[in-house]
C-alpha cells in the first residue's frame, strides 16, 4: 500500500516552520558566537553552559513532537536525565557527562530534521497537543526563551564583545510622550485569553476571565536610567525606608549600590553590555534591577509597582470597544515598527520610541525592550488547568515568585503577548528586567 500524502501546505504549517527555523537560526548565532571551551564553561552559577541549553533545546523537542506527537522511539533515551531542568540544579550541570559541542549540535540538527518530516506529514488539528499546532509553537517558544536565556549567559560572560546585532542602534521610530502618567479608569476588564483566541497561548495565560479594577494613573513610559540615578544619588539604596526587609537584607549582603553591570569612574555611570563598557544612556528603560529595587524606587517616588491585572488593563484595554486586544497596538502581530523585540538589538530603545506600539489609552513600550515588574505573586488564574504539563507553571505558584510583563529586547514575537506572563525570583537582577510604576487616583 501507498504511503498516505502528506497533508497540504497551510499558512499554520508554514508559520510553525518558519518560528521553528527562525528559533534555531537564533540558537546558532549564540552558540557559535563563542569557540567550544565557552560553550562547555559556566560562565555563572545562576546560568547554565551554553552547550546545556542547546542539547536540553533538542532534547524537548524529541520528547515533545517526536515521541509524544509522533509515537517515534527515544533516539537518545540515555541523555534525557542530563537534560531534565529538574532534576539538576544550574550550578551542577558542568558536572555531567553533557554531550560535547559537536554532539550537541548533531543531535539538535538530527532531532529537527525528523521534526520536520513530521510536521510535513501531520494534520495541525484536533485536540491537545495537535489543536492549531499547539506542540509545534509551543518548542518554538521554548526554544526562544532558551535563546534569552543564553543571551543573558552572554551577557553574564567576561571578555571581548562577541555579539553583534541586525541592527546596531535602536534607531526606532520616536515620539516624545505629551504625558508622563496615563489615566485607567476604573471597572471590569477581560484579563488572560484562551485556546480559542490566542491558540499558541501557554497554561497560565489560561482562562480569560472578567477582572475589576480601581481607577489609576500609569507611568507613559518605563523608568529610565536618569530617573533611577536620581534614586542612588539621593541616597537611595543607604535608606532602609524604602526598602521591604528582605530588599535591604539582600542588597547589604551582597554590597549592591546600583543596576547590575553599572560602575562609577571618574564621577560618570559605566554599564557594562555585552563585552563593551560603555556611560549609561540617561533616556533608555533602566535594566537588570531586581523586585526589590524597583519596589524602593516605586517607594521613594511616592509611587507603587502596577498589580499584574494593572499592568495588563492599561495594556490591552480599549475603553472604546470595551474589549481586551492581544497586543497594545491591536490583534496584528508585532512589526518592528511596534516594538523592540527579537534581539533585532542588543539594547533597550530610548522610551518614547516606537508610538504605534501604543496602547489605547496612550501607554508607550509595553511590548520589548524590558521585562516590568509587577507588585503580584505569580498565581494560577479562576479555573486553570495545567496544560501540557504540570512543570511549566504549575509548580511555581505561590509567594516565591514575582510576576514580569511585556517582554524585552531579547524576546521573540512568538513568545511576547498581551496576555504572556513571565516570573521570577524577587531577587534576580541578570535578567533584562525594569520596571514601570502607578499611584492611585
Not at 539538535?108 to 510536521?119: Q, S
Not at 479594577?213 to 541616597?235: K, L, R, S, Y
Not at 520589548?368 to 505569580?378: K, L
Request: hydrophobic share 40%; net charge negative; with cysteine.
Amino acid at each position: 500500500m501507498p504511503p498516505a500524502p502528506a497533508p497540504a501546505p497551510t499558512p499554520l504549517r508554514d508559520q510553525a516552520l518558519a518560528e521553528l527555523t527562525a528559533a534555531r537560526a537564533r540558537t546558532a548565532a549564540l552558540t557559535d558566537a563563542v569557540p567550544d571551551p565557552e560553550l562547555i564553561a559556566q560562565h555563572s552559577p545562576l546560568m547554565s553552559p551554553l552547550v546545556w541549553d542547546l542539547a536540553h533545546i533538542g532534547n524537548q523537542e524529541e520528547l515533545w513532537l517526536l515521541r509524544r506527537v509522533g509515537g517515534r522511539e527515544p533516539m537518545r533515551p540515555e541523555i534525557d536525565p542530563l537534560y531534565d531542568a529538574f532534576a539538576h540544579p544550574r550550578a551542577d550541570r558542568p558536572k555531567l557527562p553533557l554531550l560535547d559541542p559537536a554532539d550537541a549540535r548533531t543531535y539538535a540538527a538530527e532531532v529537527r530534521g525528523r521534526v520536520f518530516d513530521l510536521l510535513e506529514r501531520t494534520p495541525l488539528e484536533g485536540t491537545g497537543l495537535l489543536a492549531d499546532g499547539f506542540a509545534f509553537g509551543m518548542i518554538a517558544q521554548h526554544e526562544q526563551q532558551h535563546d534569552e536565556t543564553m543571551l543573558i549567559t552572554h551577557q553574564l560572560r567576561k571578555g571581548p564583545p562577541v555579539l553583534t546585532a541586525p541592527d546596531p542602534a535602536p534607531e526606532a521610530p520616536y515620539d516624545p510622550p505629551p504625558v508622563p502618567e496615563v489615566l485607567v479608569p476604573a471597572g471590569p476588564f477581560s484579563m488572560g485569553t484562551s485556546a480559542t483566541a490566542e491558540p499558541w497561548s501557554l497554561d497560565n495565560e489560561r482562562p480569560a476571565h472578567r477582572r475589576q479594577t480601581g481607577a489609576f494613573h500609569i507611568d507613559t513610559v518605563p523608568v529610565t536610567n536618569a530617573a533611577f540615578q536620581a534614586f542612588i544619588e539621593d541616597g537611595g539604596y543607604a535608606e532602609p525606608r524604602w526598602w521591604a526587609a528582605e530588599g535591604w537584607e539582600q542588597i547589604h549582603r551582597h554590597g549592591i549600590g546600583a543596576p547590575l553591570f553599572w560602575h562609577r569612574e571618574a564621577g560618570q555611570w559605566l554599564r557594562r553590555r555585552f563585552g563593551v563598557t560603555e556611560p549609561v544612556p540617561p533616556d533608555e528603560p533602566v535594566l537588570h534591577v531586581s523586585w526589590y529595587e524597583a519596589d524602593a524606587w516605586a517607594r521613594w517616588a511616592g509611587r507603587r509597582l502596577p498589580t499584574e491585572a494593572e499592568w495588563e488593563k492599561a495594556a490591552r484595554f480599549d475603553p472604546v470597544s470595551g474589549r481586551s486586544t492581544r497586543y497594545p497596538w491591536g490583534d496584528s502581530a508585532p512589526t518592528p515598527e511596534h516594538a523592540n523585540l527579537g534581539q533585532r538589538h542588543l539594547r533597550p530603545a530610548p522610551v518614547g520610541s516606537y508610538p504605534a506600539g501604543s496602547s489605547p489609552l496612550g501607554v508607550r513600550q509595553l511590548i520589548g525592550d524590558v521585562w516590568e515588574w509587577t507588585s503580584s505573586d505569580f498565581l494560577p488564574y479562576p479555573g486553570f488547568r495545567a496544560f501540557p504539563y504540570r512543570e511549566y507553571s504549575e509548580v511555581f505558584f505561590g509567594s516565591a515568585h514575582k510576576v514580569l510583563r511585556g517582554g524585552s529586547f531579547a524576546v521573540a514575537p512568538v513568545a511576547c503577548r498581551g496576555t504572556f506572563r513571565n516570573w521570577d525570583l524577587p531577587a534576580r537582577r541578570q535578567i533584562f528586567s525594569g520596571f514601570r510604576t502607578v499611584r492611585d487616583v
